[in-house]
T-cell receptor, first 117, second 116 residues
Framework: GAVVSQHPSRVICKSGTSVKIECRSLDFQATTMFWYRQFPKKSLMLMATSNEGSKATYEQGVEKDKFLINHASLTLSTLTVTSAHPEDSSFYIC?????????????FGPGTRLTVL | AQKITQTQPGMFVQEKEAVTLDCTYDTSDQSYGLFWYKQPSSGEMIFLIYQGSYDEQNATEGRYSLNFQKARKSANLVISASQLGDSAMYFCAMRERERNFNKFYFGSGTKLNVKP
């Protein structure tokens, strides 16, 4: 159990377009989802935390209007990179936590590699 | 100050030997959680082991054990009997509570290479 999927796994887009990445918890209800960004050979940088039905909490330095996060249901969160530019190229990873206290860890999706030309 | 510090950017270990990956953390919370994740070249994050701040015994999961030294704020990962498939990036992470949210902080990672 505790499987998280991300779609798409890879996306290449032109500069100026918007890209939507989906994160789904397949077999559990995710009360909280996290979005991370990872540069090559670097650590994960938390971008935002989203709780179902409420606005996402963004980390300092992350542009809310640039990275739109929607957590409309207990199994789906989306990250939309608006007006993407080459510097937005990165590996984006989502993770999810359940309210079930027997699970301490967050469950990660497989990641989405975004390349902006 | 950094929440999680991993001082070893890269490590080599001979197959079948044990290896310790270092991790120190910084928190003023009494209740927190410590995690280790493995990230192969494919990119997915694989949960390895968890240690709660109130757990008195060191966590173990198969070949993985966590050497938890609370007073020193260290949570080193020990991998016994290394296998070639253990070659990957390893991240130490901490969960603490901030403004009613659980927040996770990751270290910079250690790249482990297992030599045949």
């Amino acid at each position: 159990g505790a499987v998280v999927s991300q779609h798409p796994s890879r996306v290449i887009c032109k500069s100026g377009t918007s890209v939507k990445i989906e994160c789904r918890s397949l077999d559990f209800q995710a009360t909280t989802m996290f979005w991370y960004r990872q540069f090559p050979k670097k650590s994960l940088m938390l971008m935002a935390t989203s709780n179902e039905g409420s606005k996402a909490t963004y980390e300092q330095g992350v542009e809310k209007d640039k990275f739109l996060i929607n957590h409309a249901s207990l199994t789906l969160s989306t990250l939309t990179v608006t007006s993407a530019h080459p510097e937005d190229s990165s590996f984006y990873i989502c993770s999810a936590r359940t309210s079930d206290s027997s699970y301490n860890e967050q469950f990660f999706g497989p990641g989405t590699r975004l390349t902006v030309l | 100050a950094q929440k999680i510090t991993q001082t070893q950017p890269g490590m080599f270990v001979q197959e079948k030997e044990a290896v310790t990956l270092d991790c120190t953390y910084d928190t003023s919370d009494q209740s927190y959680g410590l995690f280790w994740y493995k990230q192969p070249s494919s990119g997915e994050m694989i949960f390895l082991i968890y240690q709660g701040s109130y757990d008195e015994q060191n966590a173990t999961e198969g070949r993985y054990s966590l050497n938890f030294q609370k007073a020193r704020k260290s949570a080193n990962l020990v991998i016994s009997a290394s296998q070639l498939g253990d070659s990957a990036m390893y991240f130490c992470a901490m969960r603490e509570r901030e403004r009613n949210f659980n927040k996770f902080y990751f270290g910079s990672g250690t790249k482990l290479n297992v030599k045949p």
